[in-house]
């Protein structure tokens, strides 16, 4: 049965550990890592970005009922912010950190696809 000396093993692992550059206060560069780490979204960008994600999934899930509205005898074109703003109601129903969520889920979609 053979043994490792450990003598050995610690020279290979202090020879390791001084390969490992070290960080000190004069080559810590933070903006560099701040510019390598994903921007946050503001407040503002989250609502718009979660806005446009739940309109466009509204319109496609009512696509039918939408259209049936759109072709009404009695539809004008001067209803279509009343609807987009009725449909845009339901955003409400999520709390600011679920949409932050799902605008930050979307967002990393939309850059990796």
């Known amino acids: 049965m053979s043994t ?11 020879n390791l550990l001084n390969k490992i550059p070290v960080i000190s ?9 701040a510019d390598q780490r ?5 407040n503002t960008e989250v609502s ?3 806005t446009s994600y739940y309109l466009q ?7 039918e009922d939408l259209d049936t509205i759109r072709n009404a005898d009695d539809f004008r074109n001067d209803a279509v912010p009343i609807l987009i703003n009725a449909l845009s109601q339901g955003t409400t129903m999520f709390s600011p ?3 932050r969520r799902i ?3 979307e967002e990393g ?3 990796s696809g």
């Open 103 to 105: 605008a930050a889920t």
């Open 57 to 63: 999934r509204a319109t496609k899930e009512f696509a």
């Open 97 to 99: 950190v679920d949409q």
């Open 38 to 42: 994903p921007k946050q979204m503001s």
């Open 109 to 111: 979609t939309k850059k």
């Open 4 to 14: 490792t000396n450990p003598i050995l093993s610690l020279h290979k692992l202090e």
């Open 48 to 50: 718009a970005a979660f």
């Open 25 to 33: 206060k004069d080559n810590f560069i933070p903006s560099k890592m």
